[in-house]
Each structure stands twice: as C-alpha cells, then as structure tokens.
C-alpha cells in the first residue's frame, strides 16, 4: 500500500475493525498484511487467531539439513511471536508440528500459553503427513506428546481438535457439555459413547484414523459427523442422529445401521476407496457389500447432496436385483468420483434411474493407472467408446438435470464418451441442461490444453442447449478463468 496513493476504504477503517478483518484471514495471509505499509506493520500481532502450522512455514521438499534449520526456524519465529503478545487477547490457538520429540519443552510452553488466554478454539495436531492409514502409526514410538492436565481444566474450550497424542481420554475433561465441535484422529481412543453422552452441546463430530474403538452405536444431536478409516472392532455399526445436517464416511463397507436420521439431511459422503476394486468375477462378498450399499443408501436417500466413490458405483450392481432393491433417491446434486472404467458403468446408470430430482451432476474424475486404455478394455462386453451410444435415457435427463460440472477435465475419450451421452439432446434425450462447466486440472502442458479445448469445441456442437464453459487454471492456488466455448457461427469471447 502506497502511502502516496489515493486511500482506500480499507484507510478509512479504524484499527479495531482492520483487526477483526484479518482475524478472519488464516494465519498465513493475516502475517503478509505486516508488508502493506507502515500502519500495518503490528496490526497484524493482535489478530485473535494464532495459528503455527508447520506446513505454513517449512518446505517438506528441502533436503534433510535444510529441513531441519526451516524447522528450528519455524519454531523460533512462534516463540518469539508469543511473547510479543503476551497482553493480547487469542481466541482460537493452533499448534501443528511432525516429529515433535525434539520440542517438548517449546510445545509445552505454546499449550500453557494458549491454556492461559482460555481460548475458545485449540487445535494440537502433532501427526505426519506422510501418514495415510492407521498402520502408518507406531504407537508406542510416534506418539510422544502428551495433553497436559491444564487442558483438561480447560472450561473455555467450544471447539478441539487433537492429533497423534498419547494416552488421550476425553473424559477427563473438567466439563464436556462445553463443547460444540470434537475432532480427534490418528490414536487410541476409547469410551467415545460415555463422552457422547455427557457432551450434550456437541454439534460437530469428527473421527479420522483412530483405533481401539470400543462403541457399536454413535448417540446424539450433532448436526455433522465424519468417520475416515477408523479401525472397528466389530462389523456392525449403528447411529442414532436425528438432527444430522452432514454425514461422512471414508472406510471399509460394513453394516452401517440408521436408527434414526434427519429426513431432511443436507449431504451424505461415502468412501469405499479403501476396499480398491475386484477382479472380473465378483465374489459372494462383493454381492453382500452390494447389498449392505444399497440398504445404506436407501437410509440416507434424503439426501440432498449425495457423493459417492468408484468402488461404490463398482460393487452397487452386484446386489440381487438393485432395480428392486434401491429406492429412490432425492438427491438433488449427485457427485461422482469415478474412473470412468467400465465396472463403474452399470453403478452410474443405476444412480441416474433413481436420482428423479436431480438438478446438478457432477463428476470428480479420478485419473485411471497409466495401463488403462479406454479404446481396448472392456468389462463384461461393456466397451467405453460404445457403451454410451446406445438410446437409453433417464427421467432426470430430461426434465430436472440444468447443470454439469467436470472436474480434472483433459478431453481423453473416456471422458467424452460420458459427456457426449449427457449432453445429445432431441427427443428423449436431454431437454433441461443449460450449462456445462469443464475444469482443467494444474500442470497441463500447452498441447494438452489444446486438446482440452478442442474436446469442450466438440461437446459445444452436439448440444443445442447446454452452454459449454471450459475453466483453465490460472495459478496454484486453484483460481481459475472461465472460457465459453463459441457455439458453431458465434464469435468467440471471455466470460
């Protein structure tokens, strides 16, 4: 900001306001405000929002010695940002660092800071991000931090998260019923159903790669609940949550039971990944699993926003009779992460039959292994450059759908094949569509960017109705700039 130059509104504003403004930065942005000019220079050391994170700070492409230093660094440039704060009042405190062995002390010293404001929020996240699975963590020599009893006795707290801590036992806390949000991951944990029943506040519940479980039901008024690979120690899981609003599972299929769900759920995840994909004959356990997939679905079909994984739209066909068997669903914009590889076929034709209201679809593609070639696989006579010619249509297609989105988009065959079978229109074919957005995913090189265009050139031809808008990546941070794509005899312009 040039003093010289003309103020602007954000001049005018006075100090208290410019700092309730980027307390709503993350930590990151909010310290690259102290380079705007001289007036901002502190500003930003009274943002009630003290965030250090790691990954903020230190390149995890550096060399082992160079690491090392960004690390001690990092941990340096905290130290001395809290002591500069001492007097300022911090509401929500973040502490996130891998390999924390070495910092005991430091992390110690950050905690009772945080303990002694009596912050609402606290995140203390000590995992690695090299971990993907609950067998990536050695117990016994990963986890090495410790809550301390402060933390406990913390009657401030509102929202907590912890990571990769030992011997962490929630109800140890001073007072549950203060909580509204609980995010725990990548440890033991235990007596999850006594600390549900004392956190009568609670509204947001997240449990990732957690083991030692020993519930079998999930009781209370949350209105979002996650669970990312946790390992169970039965096969059957049940929940009672009439007020959920939002409700994510990543992990193996088993049976998942809904006691009772709120009919006017607002979004259902599913991730099956986990399970990966199955040879060309399904085995009686892949037809259980599509079975236990449907009866999930048919619990959760209201649903407004449902998205659902490739092993999913894999192992949903296998099911006796999945016509019979899968109610409809009310899902108003259905989201695919798929392959696109024949197995996954019939599971989206599935979904598009009883989907009746939908109004936006769209695809989050997962890019196929570099084996895969969609011009010569097939799966059960079903080949991908003929599959979506044949004249099927859904009542979805024709009366409700408006809206398309792709994303990871590149113009390869698979990828035209389904998209030129949702955008024909004529009788019996689509009729409502009216927008089609195709994202490019970063890092394509110009060759293949031309072939992206061409390919949204091709889809604007065979439609009369939909409007094609290809959306390039214009930086790292995932901001993109709309292209519409010309329809034949139209002239060319940016959105």
């Known amino acids: ?79 001395r940002w809290v002591d500069r704060i001492q007097d300022q009042d911090v509401e929500s405190f973040e502490i996130s660092i891998s390999r924390p062995s070495i910092y005991m002390s430091v ?15 606290l995140v203390l996240d000590f995992s690695k991000p090299i ?34 801590c030992k011997m962490f036992d929630p109800l140890r806390f001073k007072d549950l019923g203060i909580f ?28 990732n790669e957690c083991w030692g479980l020993d519930f079998k039901k999930i009781v209370g008024n949350m209105r979002e609940v996650a669970f990312k690979n946790c390992d169970f120690p039965l096969m059957s899981f049940s929940f009672d949550l009439p007020k959920v609003d939002i409700f994510k599972y990543s992990g193996h299929i088993f049976c998942l039971d809904f006691e009772k769900e709120n ?13 990966g994909e199955y040879e060309d004959e399904p085995t009686e356990s892949h037809i259980a699993q599509g079975e236990i997939v449907c009866n999930l679905l048919n619990e959760l079909r209201s649903a407004k926003t449902l998205t659902v994984c490739p092993y999913l739209l894999q192992v949903i066909q296998e099911c006796h009779d999945p016509d019979f068997m899968l109610r ?9 992460r798929t392959k696109l590889h024949p197995k996954e076929f019939m599971g989206i034709r599935i979904l598009f039959d009883k989907c009746l209201v939908l109004q936006t679809l769209t695809f989050d593609y997962v890019p196929p292994n570099p084996s895969f070639c969609s011009e010569t696989i097939s799966y059960r006579g079903i080949y991908p450059q003929t599959h979506w010619l044949q004249n099927i249509s859904y009542k979805c297609l024709i009366k409700t759908l408006k809206a398309v989105v792709f994303k990871k988009f590149t113009g390869s065959l698979d990828q035209l094949h389904m998209l030129n079978f949702l955008v024909r229109t ?33 889809l604007q031809r065979k439609t009369n109705l939909a409007r094609i808008i290809l959306h390039s990546p214009c930086d790292a941070n995932g901001d993109t700039r709309p292209i519409r794509i010309p329809k034949p005899n139209a002239k060319y312009h940016h959105d």
Request: aromatic share 8%; charged share 25%.
């Open 180 to 207: 509204k949000s609980l995010s725990l991951g990548y440890m033991r944990l235990e007596n999850v159903e006594s600390l549900l029943s004392k956190a009568s506040r609670l509204e947001s519940l997240s449990i």
């Open 131 to 164: 971990w993907k699975t609950t067998r990536d963590v050695h117990e016994y020599l990963d986890l090495t931090v410790e809550v301390p009893e402060s933390v406990y006795n913390l009657t401030s707290l509102e929202s907590l998260t912890v990571n990769a």
């Open 328 to 336: 409809d669903l009310e899902a108003q914009h259905l989201v695919l």
């Open 426 to 458: 004529g009788s019996g074919w689509v009729r409502s569509l009216e927008r089609v957005d195709l994202y490019m995913p970063n890092g394509l090189e110009k060759d293949e960017m031309r072939v992206a265009r061409e390919g949204a050139t091709m």
């Open 263 to 275: 009919m006017e759920i607002k979004e259902v995840y599913l991730d099956f990944g986990v399970e």
């Open 107 to 121: 992390i110690e010293s950050l905690i009772a800071f945080a303990v002694g404001k009596q912050v609402k929020k």
């Open 1 to 79: 900001m040039d003093s010289s130059a003309q103020p602007d509104r954000f001049s005018n504003l006075p100090d208290v306001l410019l700092v309730l403004i980027i307390s709503c930065l993350p930590f990151k942005d909010c310290i690259k405000t102290s380079v705007l000019s001289k007036r901002w220079r502190y500003l930003c050391l009274q943002t009630t929002n003290v965030s250090f994170k790691e990954s903020d700070f230190v390149n995890p492409t550096l060399d082992e010695t160079s690491w090392i230093s960004a690390r001690h660094a990092f941990i340096d440039y905290a130290c």
